[in-house]
């Protein structure tokens, strides 16, 4: 085939992948610099990466069940519509490996994934024991494409004036995956460094999704001094607000993904529930902690994390 001139990316979650996979989208676009390249996302994260420079489009995923016919068969006249010569699928599900199929029968796009049928295999047997950015960096090896540069969210802007925040604050993430609640650090603990950063005269700032605004209650309940942002904030913001923090500390969740991303110093607390030779936030100013029991992990010894004075 010539050089693509259609190419679709796929990546539809969740956040912290999102975010892990701005490095391939921007190797994807340096290797196809006159290509059209559309995104297929969720629609949570479509706004956000509507303004990423990788992208000429962003498409969203209503992810149809196969309750859904005509939700598929919708999906799958848009792919096919879409002509596209290349297809990246950075998400290497089996939803996403079926989209594959969808795009059939006759001539499909060259593909890049673990789709039966593709064109770029990553058939490392191996690669579901590999940390997300080296597996997708071997993906896309495969494919023609190196280096890949790690996430690099310079082109993400948004004013957060309106917060009014103090010149020294910090950001506590409590929250995490509602369904495990063994990945999140007792509200407590973080209750009780807040009232550390606020004795240090540094204000700590409570960020959550909206579905987080209890844990950010506790917390303002124990600490009046904290400043409760749970529900208030875009993606964009978060990266911006990152930018301006002296720490943040926070469990395996997304936004600490976004959060070390923009460079923001970062202590990321870990139980027995996940890896993070496999998942954990990059970064210079990382610092990882884990315990088989998050409950087990004191105040102090998370504080002892935080180069701050």
């Given at each position: 085939m010539?050089?693509?001139?259609?190419?679709?990316?796929?990546?539809?979650?969740?956040?912290?992948?999102?975010?892990?996979?701005?490095?391939?989208?921007?190797?994807?676009?340096?290797?196809?610099?006159?290509?059209?390249?559309?995104?297929?996302?969720?629609?949570?994260?479509?706004?956000?990466?509507?303004?990423?420079?990788?992208?000429?489009?962003?498409?969203?995923?209503?992810?149809?069940?196969?309750?859904?016919?005509?939700?598929?068969?919708?999906?799958?006249?848009?792919?096919?519509?879409g002509?596209?010569?290349?297809?990246?699928?950075?998400?290497?599900?089996?939803?996403?490996s079926?989209?594959?199929f969808?795009?059939?029968?006759?001539?499909?796009?060259?593909?890049?994934?673990?789709?039966r049928?593709?064109t770029?295999?990553?058939?490392?047997?191996?690669?579901?024991?590999?940390?997300?950015?080296?597996r997708?960096?071997?993906?896309?090896?495969?494919?023609?494409?190196?280096?890949?540069?790690?996430?690099?969210?310079?082109?993400?802007?948004?004013?957060?004036?309106?917060?009014?925040?103090?010149?020294?604050?910090?950001?506590?993430?409590?929250?995490?995956?509602?369904h495990?609640?063994?990945?999140?650090?007792?509200?407590?603990?973080?209750?009780?460094?807040?009232?550390?950063?606020?004795?240090?005269?540094?204000?700590?700032?409570?960020?959550?999704?909206?579905?987080?605004?209890?844990?950010?209650?506790?917390?303002?309940s124990?600490?009046?001094?904290?400043?409760?942002?749970?529900?208030?904030?875009?993606?964009?913001?978060?990266?911006?607000?990152?930018?301006?923090?002296?720490?943040?500390?926070?469990?395996?969740?997304?936004?600490?993904?976004?959060?070390?991303?923009?460079?923001?110093?970062?202590?990321?607390?870990?139980?027995?529930?996940?890896?993070?030779?496999?998942?954990?936030?990059?970064?210079a100013r990382v610092?990882?902690?884990?315990?088989?029991?998050?409950?087990d992990?004191?105040?102090?010894e998370?504080?002892?994390?935080?180069?701050?004075?």
């Open positions: 010539s050089r693509p001139r259609r190419i679709l990316v796929i990546k539809l979650g969740a956040l912290g992948d999102i975010v892990q996979a701005m490095g391939p989208a921007a190797a994807i676009r340096r290797h196809h610099p006159g290509a059209e390249i559309v995104l297929l996302t969720s629609r949570p994260y479509a706004d956000f990466l509507a303004a990423a420079p990788y992208f000429d489009a962003v498409w969203v995923d209503e992810r149809p069940g196969l309750r859904k016919p005509l939700g598929v068969w919708r999906l799958r006249r848009r792919l096919r519509e002509r596209f010569d290349r297809v990246y699928d950075l998400q290497t599900s089996d939803r996403s079926h989209y594959h969808l795009m059939g029968p006759g001539p499909r796009p060259e593909w890049s994934g673990i789709a049928g593709a770029h295999p990553h058939d490392n047997p191996a690669r579901d024991f590999m940390h997300t950015l080296e997708q960096a071997e993906q896309l090896a495969r494919a023609g494409i190196a280096p890949v540069p790690p996430p690099d969210l310079r082109w993400v802007e948004a004013d957060v004036s309106r917060f009014n925040l103090p010149a020294r604050f910090a950001l506590l993430v409590p929250g995490g995956a509602e495990r609640p063994a990945k999140r650090w007792p509200v407590a603990n973080y209750a009780a460094l807040a009232k550390e950063f606020a004795a240090r005269g540094i204000a700590p700032v409570i960020l959550g999704g909206p579905g987080e605004r209890a844990l950010g209650a506790a917390i303002k124990a600490c009046p001094a904290a400043i409760d942002l749970t529900g208030a904030t875009t993606l964009a913001d978060v990266a911006a607000l990152g930018r301006g923090a002296a720490w943040a500390i926070g469990n395996d969740t997304g936004p600490m993904h976004l959060l070390a991303a923009v460079g923001t110093p970062l202590t990321v607390l870990y139980s027995a529930d996940s890896d993070p030779a496999l998942t954990a936030p990059r970064g610092t990882v902690v884990q315990r088989p029991r998050l409950a992990l004191t105040m102090a998370v504080a002892a994390t935080l180069a701050i004075g």
